[in-house]
């Protein structure tokens, strides 16, 4: 039942059309923040342009709920889904459901009118109407009702709940949440269990919670920087194809893309894995203990002078990078040049493991 349902499909959709919203808001409001700006109170009144990008990003930032649950319903139902997943986003805001708000009444908009286009039948004359106004409408009126006046009091609920217990987190609690934060994020190199850390801090940082979101940037950069490091040390136990690939990868782990370290941990996945987690684990547990927080979710080293505590961030991040390091220089053996990949993973046999990924 679920996996016909797709709800990791729709909640990655819903993902990818809120990023560039969430990382140019975020930008907006770093640089006005850095240039001495603050929120316009009054517009009547005259603003610098420092305030006026920490506005426009604060405006952005109120569209993101709205935004990913009109894109969630969109995924499921199409065209007829997005101005009923754009009300339910603005009924999460209105009422503090928030992130979690707006992702359920995407969800339940979308598939209410997706069960409106199979099942409601109309007279011919009226079928051009279906998608410009009978479906938006009485899906808005159904599903926003039921928000008001039924699911909205529990999400706010747990939201408020969920928010106090992360901001109430102290000393090894934080470092705690930070290893399992961190371990999550590198994991997959940007796959499924990245995906599901990185919609759970961005979650927070609409509830201005802005730690989770430096462990996840933190967590895509000690890969390709641990990698690197490691070959650095010891060039002999990396092939030259190896070495090729981590010239590609570092320079894409300073703008916090993960993947470039992908063919590096296709040969050696155990190893590599290994390293990547607990060292991304161990750096995001500091980065949370410290204090380090970013208003930004993407960006990579270019976003670190808009974080809170960038000292701090650096120093998790080169503990993490240093600890991958050192566990692929003494875990990993030295590379044989010519063997091919199929001879050289010859002893682990993953033949009899399938992975499967929906998304598409």
């Excluded at 990579?300 to 220089?329: H, Q």
């Amino acid at each position: 039942m679920l996996k016909k349902l797709q709800l990791k499909k729709h909640a990655l959709t819903g993902i990818s059309y809120m990023l560039p919203l969430v990382v140019t808001a975020g930008l907006l409001i770093a640089i006005g923040n850095l240039s001495g700006g603050s929120v316009v109170k009054n517009y009547k009144e005259a603003y610098s342009i420092a305030d006026a990008l920490v506005s426009l990003g604060v405006f952005g930032m109120g569209l993101i709920v709205p935004v990913i649950a009109s894109a969630i319903a969109y995924s499921i139902a199409d065209r007829p889904g997005i101005a009923p997943g754009l009300m339910m986003g603005m009924i999460a805001n209105a009422i503090g459901a928030g992130f979690l708000g707006g992702m359920l009444g995407g969800y339940i908009v979308g598939y209410f009118v997706l069960y409106l286009k199979n099942n409601l039948k109309v007279p011919t004359w009226a079928q051009g109407l279906m998608p410009m106004m009978i479906l938006p409408l009485i899906s808005t009126m159904a599903v926003g009702l039921l928000m008001f006046y039924v699911i909205g009091t529990p999400i706010v609920w747990l939201t408020v709940t969920l928010t106090e217990v992360l901001k109430g987190l102290q000393g090894s609690s934080r470092f705690i949440f930070g290893l399992g934060m961190g371990a999550m994020a590198a994991f997959d190199f940007g796959g499924p269990v990245n995906k599901v850390a990185s919609l759970f801090a961005d979650g927070l940082l609409i509830e201005g919670i802005y730690g989770p979101e430096a462990v996840k940037i933190l967590a895509s950069m000690v890969p390709p920087f641990g990698v690197a490091l490691s070959w650095i040390i010891a060039k002999k136990k990396y092939s030259k194809e190896e070495g090729e690939n981590i010239k590609i990868a570092f320079p894409m782990g300073i703008a916090m893309i993960t993947e470039g370290v992908i063919p590096i941990a296709a040969r050696d996945p155990i190893r590599v894995i290994m390293a990547c987690s607990t060292g991304a684990a161990i750096g995001g547990g500091f980065s949370m203990l410290w204090n380090v927080g970013s208003p930004v979710p993407s960006g990579g080293m270019f976003i670190v002078p808009a974080m809170e505590n960038p000292m701090g961030f650096l120093a998790a991040l080169s503990i993490g990078t240093v600890i991958t390091a050192a566990i692929l220089t003494i875990s990993k053996k030295t590379a044989i040049e010519g063997q091919s990949f199929d001879e050289e993973d010859e002893s682990l046999d993953l033949s009899g493991i399938t992975i499967t990924d929906q998304v598409r």
